[in-house]
C-alpha cells in the first residue's frame, strides 16, 4: 500500500558518537575527504549504497553497529579529531581576518538555486553550481556571508530516457528531515517555536515561510520553506519545484525569494545574533525584489522617501548578471506586478509607479508592456559585473539601452571571472599528486608545486585509473538506464565492456539549451564513427545533461545523440548517461582526458564545466567563449576556430564541426597516442593544472568580490547608512543635477601646439568651453577623449583626461584646460564631453548623463565636431 506521508526518523546516537551529529550537521564534510573517511569508517558498505549520505548512512546503520563504535577507542580518537578539526576551521581566522582585515561585517548573497552536494539537491546546472562553490570558498577564506535561497520540495528533476530515448522527468519529494539541515527556532532549544516570516498577497492571502539551514563550512545557508501548515494549498505549493510552473507561480517564487528573503536574514540574526548584512549580493535577477523589500524598510522604519531609501538601498548592493542572451531574464507582465505590489498588498511606503519604473524597459526596442528583472536588479544595484571578461563586454552591449548617452564601454557593468572550488571538484589522486598545501584557503602562486616532484609515468597512470573508475560508474549508470527503458538483463551483456580504460575520452556534459550545440559533433555522422573507430587512434566520448522540461527543442537535440549512441556499431565507444548531477560530475571530470565545449559564441557567460576539468588534468578542446577566450593558452588544449559572422546557421555549424572533427584527427589523438606514456600530452597537463590552475580557482573569485566589489559596496554602504544625511544629499544632488542637465553645453573647443604635421610623442593642449546651466563647477567633470579612431569616426579604445577649471566667465561660462599626449600613430581623433561628479558615484555614467559638442551639421552648433580627427 502507498503511505499517505513520508517522513524521515533521525537516530538517537549514543553519547560518545554525538561528533558523528555535529560533522553531518556541517557541509563541510562535503569537500573534506578526512570528514568522508570518518564516515566510511562506520559501516563502508552502507557508505557506499547510500551514495556518501551521511544522514542516510546514520539512519540505516544497525544499533549493534553504533554500540560497538562506541566502544572502539581507535575510532573515537579519529571522531574527536575531526570534530577538533572542524571546530578550529569555523573558529580560527582566515583569510579575510588575517590578511583583509575584516572589512566588512557580513554579505547577504541571495540565488535561486546552491549546488552544494547531491545530497542536497536544490539546484538544476551552473548557476546553482556556481553560487554553492562560492558560498564554499567564502567559508575557506573566512569571508562572512549568508546564503539565501529557497527549500524546493521536489528539487529540480530527475531524468530518465524512455525506450525512444526521449527524456522523462520525474520529481521525487525531498523530506527536510532527511538533509543534512536544521529547522531556524525562535529560541535556544528543539522545542521553540520554528522562526517564519510571511509576505502579503493579493486577496487578502499571505505566504508565510519557515526557515531552513544549513551551514556550509562557516556559512550559513537560508532555504525558505513554504510547505507549511499555515498556508492554503496553493501557497504551499509556491516552494514545490525549481524553475517549474505558470508565470505567476514564478513570481511569487521570485517574491518569496527576494522579499522573504531580506526578512528571512533580518530573523536570522535577530534569532542568532548574528551580524547584520551591509552588502546584499543579488546573483541573477530572480531575487532582484529584495531591494524593493530594502527600500520598503527604509521608508516604513525610517521614513526615508523613495529617493533616499533607493541610494541607501543601491549603496550596499551588487548585482551580477549570469545570462548573455535576453531570452535568459524573467520578464513578467505589468499587472501582475501591479498587482502584488499596490499600496493595499505591500504597504503605502513605495509608490507602485516607482518601483514599476525599476523594471521598465523604456529605453529603444523596449517593451513596454513587461518588467524586466535584470533591468530591475542593475537599476537597485550601485556595482554590477558579469562572470567572464568577453560576458562583461557582451552585458554591456545588451545593457547599453539603459546609458543611451555612453558607448558600451563605459557602460558601468565590470566583469569577475567565475572559478571552481578545488576541494569539491578535484578527486583526491590528483589532489595528492599536485597540490603543495592542505589548506583550501590557498590559491596562489606555486600551489601545484608538489607536480614538480611527480614523474610522468605516475600522472599517466593515475589519470587511468580515474579512468577505470569513471568507466565503472558509467557503466553502471547505463545498465541502470537502460533496464529502466525496458530492456532486459538478457540484452544487457555488452554494458559491461562499453568504453576502455586505454582509450582517449573526452566529456561533454552541461545544459542542453540549443547554444550549447550538443548534436555538434553529429553533422557528419560518418566522420564521427570513423574517429570512434579508429584502428590505432580511436576515441571514446561520455555525455551527460538535462533539457528544461518545457524545452522541446532541447529534448530533441538530447533523443537525436541518444539514438546515434545507441547504434550497435559504436555503442561501445559513445555514451549518454541520463540525471546529470553533482555525483554523475565528480567521478566524469578526472575520468576525462579532454573537455568539449562547442557553444555558439559568445552565448556561453563562463562554463565552468572546463575548469572543474582542467583542475583533473583534462585538456580544454573549446570555442573560444566565456572563461576560455581569456585565459585560453595553447598549452592548456585547443581552440576550436569559430566561424562568427556567419549568418547562416547551418553552415556556420559545419565549419565548426569540421574545424572540430580536423583538430580531433590531426592534433589531440595523435599527441594522446605518441608513445607508452606521452610526455608532451603530459606536459600539457602539467602547465594546465600549475598555470592555469590558479586562475580558475573558487578562492581567487570570492577574492576578487571581496576587494573590487564588497569592500567599496560596504563603504558607500556606510557612508549612506549612518544617519541618512549622505543618502538625502546624494538623492537630492541627483535629483538637482538630472533638472539642470538639458542647460549643459559644450560651446567650443580648440587645439594649440598642434602643428602642420602631428608627430608622434607631440603633447597639445586642448581648451573647452563649457556653459553649466544651474550648476557648479564642482558638480561636473570636463573630460577629453582621445585615441585611435576607425573609418566611422569613432573613437577606439579612448584614453580619457580630466580637464581643470582654468577661469570663470559670465553666464556660468567656463573654460577647462588640459593636455593630451599623441602617443599612437594613424588616423587619431578627440572628443570632449561633461560628466556629472559626486564622490559618492561609483562610476562617471551612474546617472547616464553626458554632455558633448553640438551636432556639427547644425548652422548653430559648437565649432568642432563631436569625433574631430587628424
Known sequence: MRAIRRFSVRPVLPEPLTGLGTLVNNLRWVWHPETQDVFEAVDPQLWRSTGGDPVRLLGEVPAARLDELANDQAFLRRLELAVSELNGYVTDDRWFQAEAGSPITSVAYFSPEFGITHVLPQYSGGLGILAGDHLKAASDLGVPLIGVGLLYRHGYFGQSLNREGWQQERYPLVDPDGLPISLLRDGPDA?????????????????????????????????????????????????????????????????????????????????TGHAAP???????????????????????????????????????????????????????????????????????????????????EDFENGDPSVFNMAIMGLRLAQRANGVSRLHGVVSRGMFAGLWPSFDPTDVPITSITNGVHAPTWVAREIHQLTYASTDTAVDGEGIFEGLDKTTDAQIWETKRILRQRFIDDTRARVHASWVNRGASEAELGWVDSILDPDVLTMGFARRVPSYKRLTLMLRDPARLKAMLLHPERPIQIVIAGKSHPADEGGKKLIQEMVRFADDPEVRHRIVFVPDYDIALAQPMYPGCDVWLNNPLRPYEACGTSGMKAALNGALNLSIRDGWWDEWYDDEFGWSIPSAEGVEDTDRRDDLEAHALYDLIEKQVAPRFYDGEVPGRWIEMLRHTIKELGPKVLATRMVRDYVQQLYVPAAESSRKLNSTYEGARELAGWKKKVRAAWSAIRVDHVELQGLGDVPQLGTTVGIRAFVTLGGLAPEDIDVEALHGRVNSEDEITEPARVSLSLAETYEGNRHRYEGELKLDRTGPFGYTVRVLPNHAMLASPAELGLAAGPSDPEDPESADLPAGSEF
Open 191 to 271: 522545542s521553540s517555536a520554528p522562526a517564519t516570516i510571511s509576505v502579503t498577497l493579493p486577496g487578502g492571502r499571505t505566504l508565510s515561510a519557515q526557515i531552513w539551514v544549513a551551514q556550509v563550512g562557516r556559512v550559513p545557508l537560508l532555504m525558505l520553506d513554504a510547505d507549511m501548515e499555515d498556508n492554503e494549498p496553493a501557497e504551499r505549493e509556491v516552494t514545490d519545484r525549481l524553475y517549474g510552473g505558470t508565470t505567476e507561480h514564478r513570481l511569487l517564487q521570485e517574491l518569496l525569494l527576494g522579499v522573504g528573503g531580506v526578512r528571512a536574514v533580518r530573523e536570522f540574526c535577530r534569532v
Open 278 to 360: 551591509e552588502v546584499f549580493h543579488t546573483n541573477e535577477g530572480h531575487a532582484g525584489f529584495l531591494g524593493v523589500e530594502r527600500i520598503r524598510e527604509l521608508a516604513t522604519d525610517q521614513g526615508l522617501d523613495f529617493d533616499t531609501a533607493l541610494e541607501v538601498a543601491r549603496g550596499g548592493t551588487v548585482f551580477t548578471t549570469h545570462t548573455p542572451v535576453p531570452a535568459g531574464i524573467d520578464r513578467f507582465p505589468v499587472e501582475l506586478i501591479q498587482q502584488h505590489f499596490s499600496p493595499d498588498v505591500f504597504g503605502d511606503g513605495v509608490p507602485i509607479d516607482r518601483i514599476l519604473a525599476l523594471g521598465a
